[in-house]
């Protein structure tokens, strides 16, 4: 301070290093390892998420019942009933004689899909040419009937066959890329990447001003020289260090334990975990500059957390919410983070197309930061 | 009201003791409340008072012991025992979303009151707490003296034998505390068996019988007098002029022959080990034409003499605090300070100036304005207009550079609970911007001067209460500020604890450090070399001590105390706010 020529980039590590910030980022990595509350949330939600998911996945489709119609009786088609018979996910298969027992079987809740195997399929399959099996889904068990259909979708392809659902979609052709016993982890494992990262950035972040808050800390730091850009940047390092590993560990899970196929950047996925998490931690500390009470700044990261969720694309599209939910979704980093990793593992995406998700994310991060840092020096007024 | 003739027992145990982990809240304890009185648990924070309270009340099990509360055993007889006794727990226990009415409904179905009696119960509570106009307010919105009213309303609802109140002049001011008071003589009066915990020793003379409890164990069991009594000859007050009172603290505690010394006041009092070293005293006080006269000796005498007598008079502290020196003399000002919330001023055109090297304080009942005042002095709160100034530095713009000048250190002692006592004081160096070899030897001499070493694994929040203080103490002067801002330091301390915190303050002052404190503990205000009283907003007195004892002296109030003092001020100017 005493020197008036200094390098910008001298300044920068004197800043960065400045003993003040030290004192204040060991201050907070301390507490946030010693907080039983904190170590919970660093703990156990990852390892449920993992549990559930994983065997969410099995309980879904196995034991299905299945009526069929076979009107063909070909070599084919005997060969497309087998293998379904054989097929982990099947309970029982029904052999019925018309298309109105079919419907019955459905209605009646005996079977969760029917097949109609056409005249011809057998043949059509001999010559090359496209042979369509009529797939019927029970409507009110629609996501274990998406499930369902994939995969008798996926066993139709192996024969040459193609299926389709009267009115459903139609089978696309990335579809049938997938492993069908995997695809529904395919998707999620590596989702739930960003969603454990952004549970821990937030449970992390949002407590820490309302615990100081609470205890009455926050004063004491408030009095000090410490700026309000030395606390929040200090507020933020636990998640940036902490939340990463989290996220490494779901990625690992999925390439190793769930095999799903790793094609993109791996550095470049990093990093992105890095901004997602930089975007994150300024939602959290909003709520924990708004809190006064650690109960508070609880309440406020769950009102927070869910919608983030729930708009972000995981569990619903995006696209099908109405024009102006669609542009407060382009605010939550969850949304962007899920492309990135979808396109990071399945589409093997470089820089270019992954910064196009990139940037909103940087955007809500220094907003959030900046307002949090507006919030905690205007408290003081 | 004839003593003898109501001496019934209305509430007794024996042996009782209750753990809580390794530490034993209560440690065999046995005594007898008769009813018709005033009985008075008195006790520091954590001496076992509210857990005493809550067995009695039989909404805690005792570990070992029996007790009769009202004829009933509370382990085995809990319900009778709640039909026939009013427990007023320590945070009101009322709810704040409902009106002072909606509460006394409520609290009047829990007791199973019949609806008939019901309106006569409530006119007549109402009548009695002086709550009349205000039966429509929210529980929320009444003031802190007003909600311990309603919360005396509520436990005498089911027209208790035994009314049990656990700190109920904790967050009152004097003027609801006289009150409250008054209420309570009434009911004894009546009959009734009254137990009144506190931690205010002050409190504790006023009681018909005091149980004095300190770390879970009865100390003393009977009327006040009887144990002040044993001190009687053993009370002195020196008089010093403002100067040098401290030094003159000082010596006198370095003396071998006396036990207990405070500042009272322009003088010293000073209690001495044993009648006979009255002698002594006089001896040594004519040596130094020092000016003593006896005088009659206070509850805390006892209760510090009953402890084993004081701390001395050294502190290590300052032993390497080189004296501070100020480019100009005024080390805090402040001129037309105002800040406004919405359309309430809290601080109203307040000025005042501090002198390098004075103990000043700011005092003042709850909402008067005194915490806004300090909060904007310490840079916590920005003013709405004037100008407040910490070492020559504007608050608005130097900030910076005012903090580093200044310590703080806030009420409860916020200290990091989850980081060791050596990772806090690694914080607090570094937050000042401490580094390198200078931070070492800061800490050093910290650990060094209050006795650290052994704790300095162990969390803040499992010190013994003194060394939690000395702890936050360090933490605020890790960067040798010129100004210390202490926020309410000592409330609810036992007297030991408090002496020795005083004690590093005068060490302190007397380097040239300038205190700023909080109080609305009247004792607290007597270390003050002036004392700046606020209500409403405003600043209504500004003097030293005596100064303001001496402005409200009449033919009824001969020697007011600093409390009674406080009272006449806030009456005179409530009798012109009326008047006008």
Known sequence: MAKSKISPLTRL?????????????????????????????????????????????????????????????????????????????????????????LENQIETGKTIASINIPQGFSAKIGNREPAIAQVLIDGRRANSGQIVYSYIQAIASNLGASTAMPQGPQPSSI????NPALIYQWFTVPSLAAVLVTMTALG?????????????????????????????????????????????????????????????????????????????????????????????????????????????????????????????????????????LQGSFLKGQGFADIFRNLWPLLVTGFIGLSAATIIVRNRLQ | MTENSDSSIALEFNGLSKKFGAIKALDNISAQIIAGKLTGIVGPDGAGKTTLLRILASLLRADEGQAKVAGFDPKTQSDLVKDNIGYMPQRFGLYEDLSVMDNLVLYSKLRKVEA?????????????????????????????????????????????????????????????RQELWRMVEALTDDGMAVVWSTSYLDEA?????????????????????????????????????????RAVLRGALNLPFIS??????????????????????????????????????????????????????????????????????IAVRCENLTKVFGEFR??????????????????????????????????????????????????????????????????????YGLMSVRQNLDFSAGVYGLDGALKAERIAEMIDAFHLKKYLDFSPEDLPLGYKQRLALACSLMHRPSVLFLDEPT???????????????????????????????????????????????????????DGLKASVTSSNLLEPSMEQAFIALIEQVDAQNGGA
Not at chain 1, 13 to 41: G, H, W, Y
Not at chain 2, 215 to 224: A, M, Y
């Open chain 2, 346 to 415: 809290a601080t109203n055109d307040v000025s005042f100036e501090v002198k390098r090297g004075e103990i000043f304080g700011l005092l003042g009942p709850n909402g008067a304005g005194k915490s806004t005042t300090f909060k904007m002095l310490c840079g916590l709160l920005r003013p709405t207009s004037g100008i407040a100034q910490v070492a020559g530095f504007d608050l608005r713009h130097a900030t910076r550079k005012a903090k580093s000048n200044l310590g703080y250190m806030a009420q409860k002692f916020s200290l």
């Open chain 1, 175 to 178: 579809r049938y890329w997938f």
């Open chain 1, 204 to 340: 992390i972040t949002s407590m820490s001003i309302a615990r100081e808050r609470e205890l009455g800390t926050f004063d004491q730091l408030l009095v000090s020289p410490a700026n309000y850009v030395e606390i929040i940047i200090a507020k933020t390092m636990p998640a940036l260090i902490i939340a990463p590993l989290m996220g490494l560990m779901m990625i690992f899970a999925a390439i190793f334990m769930f095999g799903v196929p790793f094609n993109g950047n791996f550095p470049l996925l990093v990093l992105s975990i890095y901004v997602h998490i930089f975007a994150v931690v300024g939602i959290g500390l909003i709520v924990s500059a708004v809190s006064q009470t650690q109960q508070q700044a609880i309440l406020g990261m769950f009102t927070i957390a869910v919608p983030m969720m729930l708009m972000s694309g995981f569990s619903t599209p995006t696209e099908n919410m109405p024009q102006f939910m669609q542009y407060i979704a382009e605010a939550i980093p969850n949304k962007h983070t899920l492309l990135i």
């Open chain 2, 116 to 176: 008939k009696n019901a309106k006569k119960l409530f006119a007549r509570l109402l009548d009695f707490t002086r709550l009349e106009p205000f039966t429509d307010r929210l529980a929320g919105k009444l003031s802190g003296g007003m909600k311990q009213k309603l919360g005396l309303a509520c436990a005498l609802m089911g027209e208790p034998r035994v009314l049990l109140l656990d700190e109920p002049g904790v967050g009152v001011d004097p003027v609801s």
């Open chain 2, 205 to 245: 003379e006023k009681c018909a019988s005091v149980l004095l409890l300190n770390e879970g164990k009865i100390l003393f069991d009977g009327p006040p007098d009887s144990l002040t009594k044993t001190l009687i000859g053993r009370s002195f007050l020196i008089d010093a002029d403002e100067n040098d009172k």
């Open chain 1, 13 to 101: 590590i004197n800043f960065l290093f400045s003993p003040i910030l030290r004192a204040q980022i060991v201050k907070e990595i301390l507490c946030t390892l010693r907080d039983p509350r904190s170590r919970m949330s660093l703990i156990v939600p990852p390892i449920l998420q993992l549990v559930l998911f994983s065997f969410a996945v099995t309980l879904d489709v196995s034991n299905v019942n299945i009526g069929v119609l076979d009107m063909d009786g070909g070599r084919q088609a005997q060969e497309f009933l087998t293998t379904l018979n054989e097929a982990k996910f099947v309970g029982k298969l029904y052999v019925v004689h018309s298309q109105k027992e």
């Open chain 2, 260 to 329: 207990d010394g405070v500042i009272q006041g322009s003088a010293v009092r000073a209690v001495c080990k044993h009648i006979d070293d009255a002698k002594k005293i006089r001896e040594h006080c004519k040596s130094q034409k020092l000016n003593l006269k006896a005088t009659e000796p206070r509850f805390e005498d006892a209760f510090v003499d009953l402890l084993g007598g004081g701390p001395g008079g050294h502190t290590p502290l300052t032993d390497n605090f080189d004296p501070i020196s100020h480019k100009n003399e």
């Open chain 2, 491 to 545: 409330s609810g301390v036992d007297p030991l604890t408090r002496r020795e915190f005083w004690n590093h303050i005068n060490g302190l002052v007397n380097k040239g450090v300038t205190i700023m404190v909080t109080t609305h503990f009247m004792e607290e205000a007597e270390y003050c070399d002036r004392v700046a009283m606020m209500y409403g907003g405003k600043l209504i007195a500004l003097d030293t001590p």
